[in-house]
């Protein structure tokens, strides 16, 4: 048991659709974080929030929207997408910086 | 920002070799450095960590390594096993950035029987 659920696991959407990704987590933990995974740019940091702060954005085009309404729940928001953006998107949580991040199991995105 | 590098891309070893990967990051503040282990098709999981006050670190066949004045931290692998094979990832903790890790772009270890 991860302690970090993210769903969907697979989601399909065309570049006009508006979906969510949703993560939560069970450990007690502060921070939250989104990150994408390609086959270019293995773990690319997209959001950080902590104590549902946000505090890092790192240059991520505005198509995507996170939001993070308690320290245990984390969202990102998808709309107008590009053939480009489809990759595995992880969330991970942690107690801080200097702590380990546990992750889930990722949504796999597909831009048709 | 902080900019970690990581090398070899690939690792191919024999079954009980060791298997080394190295890592360098710019950031001389940096002070915390975790790996992780991604077996295929699964989520990344720390593997073993170590913090910028201690020079090594072991935990049974995996140890770390930190040389603050090189700004470089390696994994050492001994004894490998057909289940160490997954990507290896390591990674370091920005002084500046309130959360933010930065991670290396990967190693694919392979471990042939």
């Known amino acids: 048991e991860t302690g970090v659920t993210q769903t969907p696991r697979h989601l399909v959407m065309g570049m006009t659709n508006k979906k969510s990704l949703k993560c939560e987590q069970h450990l007690g933990h502060n921070a939250m974080y989104w990150y994408k995974q390609s086959a270019k740019k293995p773990l690319e940091l997209m959001f950080v929030?902590?104590?549902?702060?946000?505090?890092e954005n790192n240059s991520v085009p505005s198509r995507f929207s996170p939001e993070c309404p308690n320290s245990s729940h984390l969202f990102l928001h998808l709309h107008t997408l590009q053939p480009e953006d489809s990759a595995l998107y992880l969330c991970?949580?942690?107690?801080?910086?200097?702590?380990?991040?546990?992750f889930g199991d990722g949504t796999r995105l597909s831009i048709l | 920002g902080e900019n970690v590098e990581q090398h070899p891309s690939t690792l191919s070893v024999q079954e009980g070799d060791s298997a080394v990967i190295k890592c360098t990051y710019s950031d001389s503040a940096s002070n915390y450095f975790p790996w992780y282990k991604q077996e295929l098709g699964k989520r990344p999981q720390l593997i073993i960590d170590i913090r910028s006050n201690v020079g090594e670190k072991k935990d049974q066949r995996i140890a770390v390594t930190l040389n603050k004045t090189a700004k470089h931290f390696s994994l050492h692998i001994t004894e490998t096993q057909p289940e160490d094979s997954a990507v290896y990832f390591c990674?370091?903790?920005?002084?500046?950035?309130?959360?933010?890790?930065?991670f290396g772009t990967g190693t694919k270890l392979q471990v042939i029987p």
């Open positions: 929030y902590n104590f549902k702060e946000q505090t």
């Open positions: 991970a949580s942690s107690r801080g910086g200097d702590q380990p991040q546990h």
């Open positions: 990674a370091a903790r920005e002084s500046g950035g309130y959360q933010k890790v930065t």
